[in-house]
């Protein structure tokens, strides 16, 4: 049976008003989307290779991922996973500079960095306990050189390697349920298809809390 995944809750609504009023200081545009106002923020790019339906085979390309493990129910992993890693992209980090002396090129720890907010947030169940890996996708103008060191030690960041995947796009708030379901609807798919999933299956939410369910975009995605 397929893992399931945690929810955002709406008590992490003020850490997502938190990021746009820093976006506000910043001058950085936004975007309205049917059904509320939502930031325009940077997602994982993508070419899909096929589409049936609300299906889709994906190309992705390579990313980096400042991830966190919880050990929590449900409802709660995400809520924490998400504090902790809101935190870090907020300025609780060590910012890095490249700094050319005459030989070698060193890297000198200086000040702290606010890190664009990014989408979606992902979620991935390990194992059979009680254990969730909770991830903010970092923006494309970061490399492992460049991005700012997370002071909390239970931060990781990791280079996600170009490669593909199946998704499954669906609307409504999240719950352990209808997680369930629609994991489940993704795992047919991919036996019908003949298609192998080469990693647990991880759900996606893009939106903040305050955008109803029919307009909210979800996924469970898993590689092939």
Aim: include cysteine; proline fraction near 5%.
């Amino acid at each position: 049976m397929a893992g399931v995944f945690p929810c955002i809750d709406l008590e992490i609504a003020a850490i997502y008003k938190r990021t746009i009023n820093i976006r506000f200081e910043q001058g950085l545009e936004f975007v309205f989307e049917t059904g509320g106002e939502c930031m325009s923020i940077e997602t994982p790019k993508y070419d899909v290779l096929q589409k049936d339906g609300k299906f889709e085979i994906r190309n992705y390309q390579g990313y980096i991922n400042a991830s966190v493990q919880v050990e929590s129910d449900f409802k709660s992993a995400l809520n924490e996973g998400f504090g902790i890693l809101a935190d870090y992209i907020f300025g609780n980090n060590r910012a890095k500079s490249n700094i050319k002396m005459t030989a070698p090129v060193t890297e000198q720890t200086v000040t702290s960095n606010k890190i664009e907010m990014t989408a979606p947030v992902t979620s991935v169940k390990l194992g059979e306990g009680k254990k969730f890996l909770v991830s903010f996708t970092m923006p494309a103008k970061y490399d492992l050189g460049s991005l700012p060191e997370p002071t909390n030690k239970e931060i990781t960041i990791n280079k996600v390697e170009p490669h593909k995947a199946a998704a499954l796009k669906f609307s409504g708030y999240m719950s352990e349920k209808l997680t369930l379901r629609k994991t489940q609807e993704l795992e047919t798919w991919l036996m019908k298809n003949n298609l192998q999933a080469k990693s647990g299956f991880m759900l996606a939410q893009y939106n903040p809390p305050w955008i109803p369910g029919p307009f909210r975009r979800n996924e469970i995605i898993v590689e092939l």
